[in-house]
């Protein structure tokens, strides 16, 4: 069992930065590979990177690839998803999952989910 919760969500001006984090409780976390995900208004939910168990590889969407970097701290049970260069259509809901796969594109194939934490940016 793992339960996730984002935080560090909040509205930025174009160009900005900002930290998401994502913290888990459950003996399941280290065993456990992190999808990022976001969900723009009217758009469908899609997965924008992610982070291998060990931390030792990452996926990256080419939409925020070479802006955005994940990394996870195992011994603080935390994964960490940094957000440079930060643009209006990076405005979206925000969200970590959590699945012993490496690493399904599809919601419905994670195990665990948190509630998400709202990125607004502003030009």
């Known amino acids: 069992q793992v339960q996730l919760v984002e935080s560090g969500g909040g509205l930025v001006q174009a160009g900005g930065s900002l930290r998401v984090s994502c913290a888990a409780s459950?003996?399941?976390?280290?065993?456990?590979?992190i999808g990022w995900f976001r969900q723009a208004p009217g758009k469908e939910r899609e997965l924008i990177g992610g982070?291998?168990?060990?931390?030792?590889?990452?996926y990256y969407a080419d939409s925020v690839k070479g802006r955005f970097t994940i990394s996870r701290d195992n011994a603080k049970n935390t994964v960490y998803l940094q957000m440079n260069s930060l643009k209006p259509d990076d405005t979206a809901i925000y969200y970590c999952?959590?699945?012993?796969?490496?690493?399904?594109?599809?919601?419905?194939?994670?195990?665990?989910w948190g509630q998400g934490t709202q990125v607004t940016v502003s030009s």
């Open positions: 459950g003996r399941s976390f280290n065993n456990s590979n």
């Open positions: 982070i291998f168990r060990s931390g030792g590889m990452t």
């Open positions: 999952a959590a699945t012993a796969r490496w690493l399904p594109a599809a919601w419905d194939d994670y195990n665990y």
